[in-house]
């Protein structure tokens, strides 16, 4: 599935991301492909806030689409 | 490699060493710069961009305070200048945030991995604990191989030990990244630290498969790192990662962007664009000095013509000094002192998020609302700083919304005294109207301009209090900036509306424009006077509002169009400068008709 789908609190893997600018920006906040991640919060139809250990990162809902994650068992 | 060519840049004393100061955003770097250097500090326009450098001296060593980054690259203003800096001095004083270690160490690797001579300056460790966080200081010296020294700046603790790290010269070119040398070998490249910087495109804003390589290979790496050194828990999260949530989820989010906007409102409308400004321009100036200076004129200048330029209604030594000082100066230092504040604590990338959604509608992405709220400040400013939106319909867009929509420092507070006093209710309408404005245009220049808009990106600072010393300075060098620039303009135009004035030019322009100000606007015909003023600068012209007698509801009519009317000379000029003359005049003509159509509308329903 891919990012804008995931709910508050939910816990998922990165597994792609599709923008090749949008991979280099995230490498340099500390995210790559194979991050666990946190939604610690979300806005209807706007952007996700990620957490990874202690950094927050706001992603706009059209770049989310674009990012497949898996989910945490 | 030291080549004086930071000193050269900057026009700085080149008998002096230099140690750059290198981080992310927010992580206290200019609290160290201020520790290090005291008060002896100079403030250097970077050439060509909007970014100011600070640098100050510490024993034999010029220390530059460079914009905050992620890496060393050309994404934006400051990651070009930081990126200049950095490849043109070889000791860095590279400072990270203990709690945000995972993102600041590839930076910190990357610098290494330039070989730089490096001292980590791993910052705040007081914030460490109450998060829960652990780390083990030796074994991160020994995985990066450079001197890291724990400091919380704020407190003053650990600026010993570093100062002292920097009297032994403890710089040191530390562990670079493995197999970096086997990635360049690949491609047929020699390592050294400019073919790296050639395969990671730091020249460029584009992206590569290099690149990303590189930086995967990097961020591999300082994970590992992180991941060896740093025990942490994130179940206990603190206080203010609760904060930050409720800035964000839009139920309380909301409200509470609103009341900031209430506070503003009444900080600059309120106690400063009245209360101030009644004792600075009427009492100050309008009395005390307007007495004392048309005494001294009257006794030298006999000639009534040039009495009429030098201390008339419009004069040079008249109205100039009393609007400059009595009324534009302190809103100026109010309208910084309060972004500044907003600045130092971490709230602007939260409204970013807050409004990404609403901003989608319009083509931008939330990021836009920096410049948006930087307009408020200066229109001319913003319009730079749009270079940090991602696509060129993204600028166009905001530009235009700047130019039309948003009233610059000086103007809001004057609009704001205004506005307040003729009552709650024409706040209101004032506010709804100017948002629609904003929200119709932005629709439909989204549909007409072509291209692709990207999407939010961006990091949450952690929340601050903002310390007084840092606000009070970022406050002193944005206003000096603001009204240095604004001086030599402000006192040709009045010098050509004092001409116009004693020659009788400006009742003939006057007489001109009646059927639109009068017939149309039903406005007195002097506001004629506040649209030629509003040409040079806005809130020149909204400070002639001010002088003007009218009904409460032409008044309203008067504000809501000299706000909506042409952008300033200056922006027009950067607008230009940024986008051609072709665009800037298309953005001046549209706003002068919607201006004069919202106005004349609004005048027939209500006057």
């Known amino acids: 599935m891919t990012l804008d789908m995931i709910s508050k609190d939910q816990e998922v893997i990165i597994k792609s991301i599709k923008s090749k600018t949008a991979r280099v920006y995230a490498l340099r906040f500390g995210i790559n492909e194979g991050s666990k991640v946190k939604c610690v919060a979300k806005i209807n139809n706007g952007p996700i806030i990620l957490r990874k250990n202690h950094q927050e990162i706001a992603i706009g809902s059209g770049l989310a689409k674009q990012i497949e994650v898996e989910t945490q068992k | 490699m030291n080549c004086h060519c930071v000193q050269e840049m900057l026009n700085i004393p080149d008998d002096k060493e230099v140690i750059a100061l290198v981080g992310n955003p927010n992580v206290g770097k200019s609290v160290i710069f201020n520790k290090l250097t005291g ?129 032994k010269n403890l710089f040191k070119k530390g562990k670079s990244t493995p197999n970096l040398e086997k990635i360049l070998e690949s491609e047929g490249k020699k390592f050294s630290w400019e073919s790296l910087a050639e395969a990671e495109n730091v020249f460029s804003s584009s992206v590569s498969e290099l690149q990303e390589n590189i930086y995967a290979l990097r961020r591999t790496y300082v994970d590992e790192i992180f991941n060896k050194t740093v025990k942490f828990d994130t179940k206990k999260l603190e206080f203010k990662n609760k904060l930050s949530q409720v800035l964000i989820n839009p139920v309380t989010g909301i409200p509470i962007l609103l009341a900031t906007l209430y506070i503003m409102y009444y900080f600059m409308g309120v106690l400063v664009a009245q209360r101030l400004v009644d004792f600075t321009m009427n009492t100050v100036m309008g009395e005390y000095y307007l007495g004392f200076i048309k005494g001294i004129v009257g006794k030298f200048v006999s000639n009534l013509f040039l009495q009429k330029i030098i201390v008339g209604n419009y004069g040079i030594l008249s109205m100039f000094p009393i609007i400059f000082f009595g009324l534009l100066f302190p809103l100026v230092v109010a309208f910084h002192l309060f972004m500044s504040i907003l600045e130092d604590s971490g709230y602007l990338p939260r409204i970013a998020a807050l409004v990404d959604r609403v901003f989608n509608k319009i083509g931008l992405n939330g990021r836009a609302i920096i ?31 700047l130019g039309l929509t948003i009233p610059c420092s000086a103007q809001l507070g004057i609009i704001s005294g205004l506005i307040s006093r003729l009552g709650f209710w024409y706040l209101i309408a004032y506010i709804l109207i100017i948002a629609f404005i904003f929200g119709l245009v932005g629709r439909i220049l989204k549909k007409v301009i072509k291209g692709e808009s990207t999407s939010l990106f961006i990091d949450l600072p952690t929340l601050r209090v903002p310390q007084l010393s840092n606000v009070l300075k970022k406050t002193y060098y944005k206003s000096k900036g603001f009204l240095t620039e604004a001086f030599p303009i402000f006192v040709v135009a009045t010098f050509v509306l004092g001409f116009l004035d004693a020659t009788n030019l400006l009742h003939t322009i006057e007489n001109f424009a009646q059927p639109v100000v009068t017939g149309f606007l039903k406005l007195p015909k002097e506001i004629t006077e506040v649209f030629i003023l509003s040409i040079i600068r806005r809130d020149y012209g909204a400070a ?64």
């Open chain 2, 371 to 401: 410049p948006i709220i930087l307009g408020f400040g200066c229109v001319t400013m913003a319009t730079m700083t749009t270079r940090i939106l991602g696509s060129k319909r993204e600028r166009l867009i905001t530009m235009f919304l």
């Open chain 2, 39 to 167: 008060r002896y500090v100079e403030v250097s326009n970077y050439p060509g961009t909007t970014v100011d450098v600070n640098y100050g001296f510490y024993k034999d060593y010029v220390i530059v305070d460079t914009p905050g980054v992620y890496g060393i690259s050309s994404f934006n203003d400051e990651e070009i200048v930081t990126r200049d800096i950095v490849l043109n001095t070889q000791k860095i004083i590279n400072v990270v945030d203990s709690v945000h270690l995972d993102r600041d160490l590839f930076l910190t690797q990357q610098l290494i991995d330039y070989q730089k001579e490096v001292i980590v300056v791993l910052n705040m460790v007081d914030e460490v604990e109450k998060n829960n966080i652990k780390i083990d200081i030796e074994k991160l010296k020994e995985n990066l191989g450079v001197e890291v020294i724990a400091t919380s700046a704020s407190k003053g603790e650990g600026i010993d030990k570093l100062k002292e790290a920097i009297d």
């Open chain 2, 544 to 607: 002639g509002l001010v002088t003007i007698p009218t009904t409460k509801s032409q008044m309203f009519v008067a504000l809501v169009t000299t706000t909506l009317f042409v952008p300033c000379i200056t922006s027009f000029a950067m607008m230009t400068k940024e986008n051609g003359l072709k665009y800037s005049v298309f953005v001046w003509v549209s706003s002068a008709v919607i201006a004069i159509l919202v106005g004349g509308i609004l005048a027939h329903i209500i006057l």
